[in-house]
C-alpha cells in the first residue's frame, strides 16, 4: 500500500500536462490554476476553520508565492509544451 500512495503523486503530477494539451486548451492558464487551488483551499478552511497566525498582509504576500504564482507558472509552462 505505501508503494501505491508513493506511486500516486508522480501521476497525478504528471497527468497535469496531458490534461491542460487535451482537454484546457481553450480556457486561460490564470482560471485553470484558479479552479486547481480552489477546491483544496476551500477544504482545508472547512477542516481547520481557525484564524491564520500571521498578519493579514503577510500571509497574503506568503500565499500568492506558493501557491497562486506556482501554478500559475506551472501552467503557463503546460500550455507552452507541445501537446501533439
Known amino acids: 500500500m ?3 500512495l508513493a506511486l500516486l503523486a508522480p ?9 491542460v494539451g487535451l482537454f484546457l ?3 486561460s492558464p490564470v482560471w485553470v490554476a484558479v ?3 480552489l477546491p483544496a483551499g476551500i477544504l482545508l478552511l472547512m477542516i481547520h476553520p481557525t ?3 500571521l498578519p493579514a498582509k503577510k500571509m497574503l504576500a ?9 501554478f500559475l507558472l506551472l ?3 503546460a500550455y507552452r509544451l507541445p501537446a501533439r
Open 25 to 27: 486548451q481553450e480556457q
Open 2 to 4: 505505501p508503494i501505491l
Open 11 to 19: 501521476i497525478l503530477w504528471g497527468s497535469i500536462y496531458a490534461t
Open 51 to 53: 484564524k491564520p497566525p
Open 35 to 37: 479552479w486547481r487551488a
Open 62 to 70: 506568503l500565499s500568492f508565492c506558493n501557491i497562486a504564482a506556482f
Open 75 to 77: 501552467f503557463i509552462a
